[in-house]
Protein backbone atom coordinates (compact mmCIF):
# COMPACT_ATOMS: atom_id res chain seq x y z
CA UNK A 1 0.00 0.00 0.00
CA UNK A 2 1.66 3.40 -1.12
CA UNK A 3 1.97 6.04 1.63
CA UNK A 4 -0.32 8.57 -0.25
CA UNK A 5 -2.71 5.59 0.11
CA UNK A 6 -2.14 4.53 3.50
CA UNK A 7 -2.61 8.87 4.33
CA UNK A 8 -6.01 9.16 3.15
CA UNK A 9 -7.48 6.01 5.07
CA UNK A 10 -6.25 7.85 8.18
CA UNK A 11 -9.19 9.45 10.38
CA UNK A 12 -9.40 11.69 13.26
CA UNK A 13 -12.04 8.92 14.55
CA UNK A 14 -12.41 5.40 14.55
CA UNK A 15 -16.05 3.75 14.77
CA UNK A 16 -14.68 0.09 15.52
CA UNK A 17 -17.75 -2.50 14.70
CA UNK A 18 -19.44 -0.33 11.94
CA UNK A 19 -21.96 1.89 12.95
CA UNK A 20 -25.24 3.25 10.63
CA UNK A 21 -26.16 6.68 11.79
CA UNK A 22 -29.34 8.48 10.57
CA UNK A 23 -29.48 11.87 10.12
CA UNK A 24 -33.13 13.44 10.15
CA UNK A 25 -34.19 17.22 9.31
CA UNK A 26 -36.11 19.42 7.36
CA UNK A 27 -34.55 20.87 3.89
CA UNK A 28 -31.24 23.30 4.66
CA UNK A 29 -30.75 22.28 8.24
CA UNK A 30 -27.54 20.91 7.33
CA UNK A 31 -27.62 17.10 7.00
CA UNK A 32 -25.47 16.56 4.23
CA UNK A 33 -22.75 19.29 5.48
CA UNK A 34 -22.48 17.44 8.76
CA UNK A 35 -23.01 13.81 6.90
CA UNK A 36 -19.81 14.67 5.33
CA UNK A 37 -17.94 15.98 8.18
CA UNK A 38 -19.07 12.78 10.02
CA UNK A 39 -17.64 10.92 7.03
CA UNK A 40 -14.05 12.79 6.83
CA UNK A 41 -13.47 12.00 10.29
CA UNK A 42 -14.63 8.38 10.30
CA UNK A 43 -14.06 7.30 6.84
CA UNK A 44 -17.87 6.32 6.63
CA UNK A 45 -19.87 6.40 3.64
CA UNK A 46 -22.41 9.26 2.96
CA UNK A 47 -25.59 8.02 1.84
CA UNK A 48 -27.35 11.08 1.19
CA UNK A 49 -31.42 11.14 0.33
CA UNK A 50 -30.42 12.87 -2.71
CA UNK A 51 -28.24 9.69 -4.26
CA UNK A 52 -32.49 8.03 -4.13
CA UNK A 53 -34.00 10.94 -5.18
CA UNK A 54 -31.85 12.37 -7.66
CA UNK A 55 -31.60 9.03 -9.77
CA UNK A 56 -34.88 9.30 -10.42
CA UNK A 57 -35.73 13.18 -9.77
CA UNK A 58 -33.21 14.13 -12.87
CA UNK A 59 -34.05 11.75 -15.86
CA UNK A 60 -38.24 12.45 -15.17
CA UNK A 61 -37.72 16.87 -15.08
CA UNK A 62 -38.99 16.81 -11.64
CA UNK A 63 -38.99 21.07 -10.37
CA UNK A 64 -38.78 21.94 -14.69
CA UNK A 65 -42.79 22.83 -14.63
CA UNK A 66 -43.09 19.77 -17.00
CA UNK A 67 -46.10 18.60 -14.90
CA UNK A 68 -44.35 16.25 -12.89
CA UNK A 69 -45.05 15.90 -9.30
CA UNK A 70 -43.57 14.74 -6.19
CA UNK A 71 -46.13 11.49 -5.84
CA UNK A 72 -44.89 10.17 -9.76
CA UNK A 73 -41.26 9.69 -8.57
CA UNK A 74 -42.75 7.44 -5.63
CA UNK A 75 -42.98 3.96 -6.82
CA UNK A 76 -39.30 4.49 -8.75
CA UNK A 77 -37.93 5.98 -5.36
CA UNK A 78 -39.25 3.36 -3.58
CA UNK A 79 -37.15 0.67 -5.95
CA UNK A 80 -33.74 2.64 -5.93
CA UNK A 81 -34.03 3.07 -1.97
CA UNK A 82 -34.23 -0.44 -1.88
CA UNK A 83 -31.40 -1.37 -4.18
CA UNK A 84 -29.35 1.34 -1.92
CA UNK A 85 -30.49 -0.30 0.69
CA UNK A 86 -29.34 -3.72 -0.06
CA UNK A 87 -26.24 -2.95 -1.13
CA UNK A 88 -25.25 -1.12 2.32
CA UNK A 89 -26.62 -4.72 3.90
CA UNK A 90 -23.56 -5.89 1.57
CA UNK A 91 -20.99 -3.56 2.28
CA UNK A 92 -17.93 -5.30 4.03
CA UNK A 93 -18.00 -6.04 7.67
CA UNK A 94 -17.26 -2.98 10.07
CA UNK A 95 -18.08 -0.52 7.46
CA UNK A 96 -19.88 2.66 8.67
CA UNK A 97 -22.85 4.40 6.61
CA UNK A 98 -23.96 7.87 7.55
CA UNK A 99 -27.77 8.22 5.88
CA UNK A 100 -29.85 11.36 5.71
CA UNK A 101 -33.55 12.31 5.57
CA UNK A 102 -36.50 14.51 5.84
CA UNK A 103 -39.11 12.69 7.43
CA UNK A 104 -42.65 14.45 8.31
CA UNK A 105 -44.56 12.18 10.51
CA UNK A 106 -46.66 9.50 9.41
CA UNK A 107 -46.80 5.60 9.66
CA UNK A 108 -44.87 5.32 6.46
CA UNK A 109 -41.88 7.46 7.77
CA UNK A 110 -41.96 5.72 11.45
CA UNK A 111 -41.57 2.44 8.87
CA UNK A 112 -38.42 4.04 7.14
CA UNK A 113 -36.52 4.48 10.57
CA UNK A 114 -37.60 1.10 11.32
CA UNK A 115 -36.18 0.01 8.35
CA UNK A 116 -32.93 0.75 8.63
CA UNK A 117 -33.42 0.01 12.28
CA UNK A 118 -33.21 -3.69 11.44
CA UNK A 119 -30.38 -3.44 8.56
CA UNK A 120 -28.15 -1.90 11.31
CA UNK A 121 -28.73 -5.16 13.05
CA UNK A 122 -28.38 -7.22 9.82
CA UNK A 123 -25.33 -5.81 9.73
CA UNK A 124 -24.27 -5.75 13.43
CA UNK A 125 -23.65 -2.50 13.20
CA UNK A 126 -25.02 0.42 16.04
CA UNK A 127 -27.45 2.33 15.07
CA UNK A 128 -27.52 5.99 15.82
CA UNK A 129 -30.46 8.03 15.22
CA UNK A 130 -29.59 11.85 14.66
CA UNK A 131 -32.51 14.09 15.11
CA UNK A 132 -31.83 17.67 13.69
CA UNK A 133 -33.74 21.33 14.38
CA UNK A 134 -33.07 24.93 13.37
CA UNK A 135 -35.94 27.99 13.48
CA UNK A 136 -37.34 28.79 10.49
CA UNK A 137 -35.55 32.14 10.21
CA UNK A 138 -32.22 29.84 9.94
CA UNK A 139 -33.59 27.33 7.60
CA UNK A 140 -35.03 29.96 5.19
CA UNK A 141 -31.87 31.98 5.04
CA UNK A 142 -29.83 29.00 3.61
CA UNK A 143 -32.60 27.75 1.38
CA UNK A 144 -31.30 29.29 -1.53
CA UNK A 145 -27.49 28.85 -0.81
CA UNK A 146 -24.87 28.25 -3.31
CA UNK A 147 -24.76 24.78 -4.47
CA UNK A 148 -28.57 23.48 -3.83
CA UNK A 149 -29.76 23.93 -7.09
CA UNK A 150 -27.22 22.19 -8.73
CA UNK A 151 -27.84 18.90 -6.56
CA UNK A 152 -31.59 19.39 -7.48
CA UNK A 153 -32.40 20.36 -3.41
CA UNK A 154 -35.36 22.55 -2.58
CA UNK A 155 -34.70 25.96 -3.16
CA UNK A 156 -38.01 27.90 -3.30
CA UNK A 157 -38.72 29.34 0.51
CA UNK A 158 -42.63 29.16 -0.31
CA UNK A 159 -42.30 25.71 -0.44
CA UNK A 160 -39.85 25.47 2.74
CA UNK A 161 -42.56 27.64 4.68
CA UNK A 162 -45.35 25.26 3.53
CA UNK A 163 -43.29 21.92 4.30
CA UNK A 164 -42.05 23.33 7.88
CA UNK A 165 -46.32 23.60 8.56
CA UNK A 166 -46.24 19.87 8.71
CA UNK A 167 -45.38 17.96 11.99
CA UNK A 168 -42.48 16.36 11.98
CA UNK A 169 -41.53 12.70 12.56
CA UNK A 170 -41.19 12.20 16.63
CA UNK A 171 -37.37 11.18 17.46
CA UNK A 172 -36.91 8.18 18.56
CA UNK A 173 -36.22 7.73 22.56
CA UNK A 174 -32.61 6.77 21.68
CA UNK A 175 -32.08 9.57 19.29
CA UNK A 176 -29.63 12.57 19.45
CA UNK A 177 -31.10 15.89 19.11
CA UNK A 178 -29.04 19.02 18.16
CA UNK A 179 -30.58 22.56 16.99
CA UNK A 180 -28.38 23.60 14.16
CA UNK A 181 -29.94 26.91 14.19
CA UNK A 182 -26.48 28.64 15.06
CA UNK A 183 -24.25 25.42 15.38
CA UNK A 184 -22.03 24.52 12.48
CA UNK A 185 -21.47 21.26 10.55
CA UNK A 186 -17.95 20.60 12.34
CA UNK A 187 -19.44 20.98 15.68
CA UNK A 188 -22.34 19.07 14.97
CA UNK A 189 -20.63 16.25 13.81
CA UNK A 190 -18.50 16.34 16.78
CA UNK A 191 -21.25 15.98 19.27
CA UNK A 192 -22.75 13.03 17.09
CA UNK A 193 -18.99 11.66 17.34
CA UNK A 194 -18.74 12.23 20.79
CA UNK A 195 -22.11 10.57 21.96
CA UNK A 196 -20.78 7.63 20.20
CA UNK A 197 -17.99 7.26 22.73
Known amino acids: MSENHRRH ?18 P ?52 VLDVVLESTH ?18 GNAAHVDRLRA ?13 LTASPEALLARIDAPGRAERSKLTDPEV ?12 PEDAITLDLSTMGPEDAAAQVLHALT
Open 9 to 26: QTHDVDLPGGHLILLVGP
Open 160 to 171: LRDLLELPVLPP
Open 119 to 131: LAGRRGARFVPVW
Open 28 to 79: AVGKLSVATEIGRRTGAIVVDNHLVNNAVFVPMGLGRGLGVELADTDALRGR
Open 90 to 107: LAPPGLSHVFTIWLPDGP
